[in-house]
């Protein structure tokens, strides 16, 4: 190797050591790629070439995408039916892992991931559960998913094109991967309920930790067309959100204290809850579950663009002293009142006869402009919005879900890219309101895109000064005495170690002539190379910057570096061992 080489070696292994030690990895990677370009090992175009990838600019759209399915609640149904009820965090990897799995055989990984990773986010927190506990295994199931078929991901793809440029007499069908993939992600499924309670950490469960979190008291009403009608507290999925408790149902004028799981709802029931604000936001993303007060129909603007906003009693406001009618709150403030915290109390009275005194917070459903009006009002010491409030724009759901849908099958059937067709996709969700310009912007991850891009240069570095044809050739040197076993061995670690350095497309590219080479130069069939060539460049599970589901993954679970590492590598080892002795089995 060049002086380079060494140098770029050297660089690499002090950037993965930093972000050992926790360092975020955005910045680890761009200071690499400042070094990288300051001694000149890459150029300028080299260095950047990743902030115009468009696997980079597909992530950034895909944000979007996935902000307009969560904002309208258009897979409310995955959650509700699909992943469902949970009794302990096994079950939950389990439920949450399979179908990923089974989209990602015949979706793009990319994007499934994109979708999933907010919904699993809000089901985690719904189950007081870290995201933690199931982030890293959803960016698993869906890598473990891809290597099912041969359409699964897109280092597939590189392969199968390799060979049918390079090896026009070889066929790879469909599912010929398959025989490896399966067993690879059976073991994976058994592997991250098993050992995810002593080697995936819980890096904090992303709820309201405060000894003393406020509580407010408020009432909700199901609305006629409600899909929770008929069915029970249980089943609704009001039973069990976290930091929220059911008081009492008021039906036809009667109360139902104590109310068991298996009472059936009806529509109109007035549902008394008492909880911590974040829970209430829950609740109001429940299609057809409304605050019981007539002053929401009374406010201006639709229900959708408004937010709720926590606002506190100053000493000397002219609402202390006053019944929230008595001060016509919503008359001069163009606001209602939900709900009212008092020191920890439950105030159990009705809204409208509840009297304020100084420093009461009142729970407030607003109309944007609240916050720009009365921001500084002299009858409120403090105002702010709960963050995350607006309610889904439920009747826009089908609409993301169809965007969502043709997307996926345009790019799959390959009329078009995926970066084009999540741009028409992301253009759509704003152009037909699932989502406001705004939150598009909001929705984009800055953090995880700089370290998708920054992390090119680097790869770029590997590949040019050939540190990762060396490390190739090495191993697969090393490993041809020991005869078709060991050659196997060879080049599926060279690719598996190459894939945690650079991309995977990148190894699978690097290693097609040396896996195709070695069995040549052995007199053994060349397909099983191949498919062992595809396992290995997918198979990135002991670092996060691997493989862009994993670097999603990594800053949304509050994840260390180390993480990956410690519940990865046992992992990498299993399906190591167990992709090189199928194939060793089948084909020699």
Known sequence: ????????????????????????????????????????????????????????????????????????????WVVR????????????????????????????????????????????????????KLLMPLSWATILGGTCTLIGTSTNLVVSGLAREHLPELELRLF??????????????????????????DRGAGLDTRENPREYTVTMRIEPHSPIVGETIEEAGLRHLPGLFLVEIERDGEIMPAVGPDVKLRAN??????????????????????????QLEKLTGPRPIRRLVEAVIASGSSLAGKTVREARFRTIYGAAIIAVHRNGER?????????????????????????????????????????????????????AA???????????????????????????MIATGCLSGAEAVRSVEVRVLVAIAAAFATGAALQDTGVARFFGETLVSLAQPL????????????????????????AAAIMFPFAVATAQAAGLPVKPFLLVLMMAASASFATPIGYTTNLMAYGAGGYRFGDFLRFGVPLQVLLAATTILVAWTLWF
């Not at 991967?177 to 995936?200: D, K």
């Not at 169809?402 to 759509?428: H, K, P």
């Open 176 to 201: 010929d991967i398959a025989w490896l993939g399966i067993p690879v992600l059976l073991i994976g499924l058994a592997y991250v309920p098993v050992f995810s309670r002593w080697l995936l950490p």
């Open 81 to 132: 039916n699909v992943l469902g009820r949970p009794r302990g965090t096994a079950e939950a990897q389990l439920r949450m892992m399979t179908p990923a799995a089974l989209l990602s055989a015949f979706i793009n990984n990319t994007p499934l991931m994109a979708i999933m990773m907010p919904i699993v986010q809000d089901w985690a927190r719904r189950l007081r559960m870290s995201p933690s």
């Open 347 to 399: 105030i159990a009275a009705k809204v409208g006869d509840i009297e304020l005194r100084t420093g009461d917070v009142l729970l407030l459903e607003t109309p944007p402009a609240f916050l720009r009006a009365h921001g500084n009002d002299r009858d409120f010491a403090l105002v702010g919005e709960v963050a995350g409030s607006a309610p889904p724009r439920h009747d826009k759901a089908w609409i």
């Open 483 to 506: 005869g078709s076993l060991g050659v196997l061995t060879g080049v599926y670690v060279s690719a598996a170690v190459l894939t945690e350095l650079i991309t995977n497309n990148a």
């Open 402 to 428: 169809s965007l969502v849908l043709a997307m996926v099958v345009a790019n799959a059937m390959g009329w078009i890219s995926l970066l084009n067709a999540a741009l028409l996709a992301a253009g759509a």
């Open 1 to 76: 190797m060049s002086w380079q080489g060494f140098i770029t070696l050297a660089l690499t292994v002090g950037m993965v050591a930093a972000m050992v030690r926790n360092y975020a990895p955005d910045l680890v990677l761009v200071a690499g790629m400042t070094v990288l370009l300051t001694l000149k090992i890459v150029t300028p175009e080299e260095a950047v070439a990743g902030f115009g990838n468009e696997g980079m600019l597909s992530v950034a759209v895909l944000f979007v995408v996935a902000a307009g399915v969560r904002e309208t609640g258009g897979l409310d």
């Open 269 to 294: 029931d007035q549902l008394l809850f008492a909880g911590v604000v974040e829970s209430v936001v829950d609740l109001r993303k429940i299609r057809g579950l409304v605050p019981a007060t007539d």
